[in-house]
């Protein structure tokens, strides 16, 4: 377990020094030309329910394409973070200033008084955030497993993917297993296909 931790540390350490060479302008054109990708990936532009998320920290921001997923009438689920352990609750969208509020956890989220729960076996396509990634679908997030319970409860049919800097990618990320893998990673460079 030691041996795991001290891997996601290092990684993680690696991959905040390498994207501190970038400035805010320089790191804008990277987003825009992972959102490009992205809206131009058939899985995407395909699928009925797409799950997205607010993002914390240094994940990879995404109100730009909550905003143009909406306006191009795409549905859009949001995930509502409770206290109780293993809740997963998903709630659809509508528009991307009024449905959302702030969580006690800063956090925006969606409105549960507003917006429509709805199921897991629903979601066609699922943006799961992290800090780092390697090219077998392995991934880092900020270690409140909620994303990595989210991975194994959606249906089989949906595509895990991942949004990432070219720089978060990393050789290999040590997992306790590999079912907690996502199936697709875009980055500002590529698309990489689980191995």
Not at 61 to 78: F, H, Y
Request: hydrophobic share 40%; glycine share 4%.
């Amino acid at each position: 377990m030691d041996e795991i931790k001290n891997g996601k540390n290092n990684n993680l350490t690696l991959v905040a020094e390498r994207l501190e060479n970038f400035t805010k302008e320089e790191l804008f054109g990277k987003l825009k030309k992972i959102e490009h990708k992205l809206f131009e990936f058939a899985n995407f532009m395909e699928a009925q329910l797409v799950l997205l998320y607010a993002p914390i920290s240094s994940e990879i921001p995404t109100q730009a394409i909550i905003k143009r997923a909406l306006e191009i009438e795409k549905g859009v689920a949001l995930p509502v973070f409770t206290g109780a352990k293993n809740a997963i609750n998903l709630y659809k969208i509508n528009n991307d200033i009024k449905d959302l509020v702030i969580s006690p956890n800063d956090i925006l989220e969606p409105n549960i008084e507003k917006c429509k729960k709805i199921s897991l076996e629903d979601v066609d396509i699922a943006i799961i955030p992290g800090l780092a990634f390697d090219d077998k679908g392995g991934r880092i997030g900020f270690g409140n497993n909620f994303y990595t319970k989210l991975i194994t409860k959606l249906p089989e049919t949906c595509r895990k993917v991942s949004l990432a800097y070219e720089e978060q990618v990393v050789d290999q990320i040590q997992m306790e297993s590999r079912k907690f893998t996502v199936d697709i990673i875009i980055t500002d460079k590529r698309v990489i296909y689980k191995i």
